[in-house]
């Protein structure tokens, strides 16, 4: 049998940089702050879809607050084992705490108690920590709500929001609910039902990755 051969890139850096160009070129990126256009980019790039960057919604201080945080020490709170794992500790600027409590056993009879789901009942155990952490939704919209609930009835708040719950059922409501928030929170979320670990987790690393002083990503996008 004749041996079989594709054209097709093989070097590791060039494909890293066409990719980067492709997405540079294709999508629209002109009503983005620099800081929040390469969170963006690194978003586009973990969904492949470069009409995402029209569905982002967020405030101009979002990846500053949540870099400055990061900077500080802040805990990172997630939602998700995903997300939790998904987050690449080497770009994390003070080895920062990354908390989910989605496995806790003791979780599931909390949330039986206060008839909700474990996902809410887990924000309820971030309280402790919340005050100027840095918040990474990716799965769970009812997360997303609670979280909204629990600051208002307490005045915690959250140094950053990465909000992009999916899904069918409260996803764009959770959402849509976040970037009309009164509560002064900064945030950053995806309108509509897409959302999910992927591109929470890229938001954050890319977050992690722009340096203090020139505000700058230490890696392209």
Excluded at 7 to 25: A, C, K, Q
Excluded at 168 to 184: H, W
Excluded at 185 to 194: A, I, N, Q, S, W
Aim: aromatic share 4%.
């Amino acid at each position: 049998m004749a041996p079989v051969a594709y054209d097709y890139l093989t070097d590791g850096s060039e494909i890293y940089r066409e990719s980067f160009r492709i997405i540079r070129e294709e999508t629209n990126l002109e009503r983005f702050p620099d800081d929040v256009s390469r969170v963006v980019v690194r978003m586009v790039h973990a969904s492949a879809a470069t009409d995402l960057a029209d569905d982002v919604d967020f405030t101009p201080g979002v990846v500053a607050a949540a870099n400055a945080a990061l900077r500080a020490g802040a805990p990172i709170l997630c939602d998700s084992s995903m997300v939790a794992t998904g987050i690449i500790r080497s770009r994390l600027p003070r080895d920062n705490d990354v908390i989910c409590h989605i496995k806790d056993p003791a979780l599931a009879e909390l949330a039986a108690a206060r008839s909700m789901t474990k996902t809410m009942a887990a924000v309820d155990l971030w309280l402790p920590r919340l005050e100027g952490a840095v918040v990474a939704i990716g799965n769970a919209p009812t997360a997303l709500f609670r979280l909204l609930e629990v600051v208002a009835e307490t005045g915690v708040r959250p140094a950053a929001v990465v909000g992009i719950p999916v899904g069918f059922v409260g996803a764009a409501e959770s959402k849509a609910a976040l970037a009309a928030n009164e509560l002064g929170l900064e945030y950053l979320v995806v309108h509509g039902r897409r959302g999910g670990s992927a591109l929470t987790v890229a938001a954050v690393n890319a977050i992690a990755s722009v340096d203090e002083l020139t505000n700058t990503s230490r890696q392209e996008g």
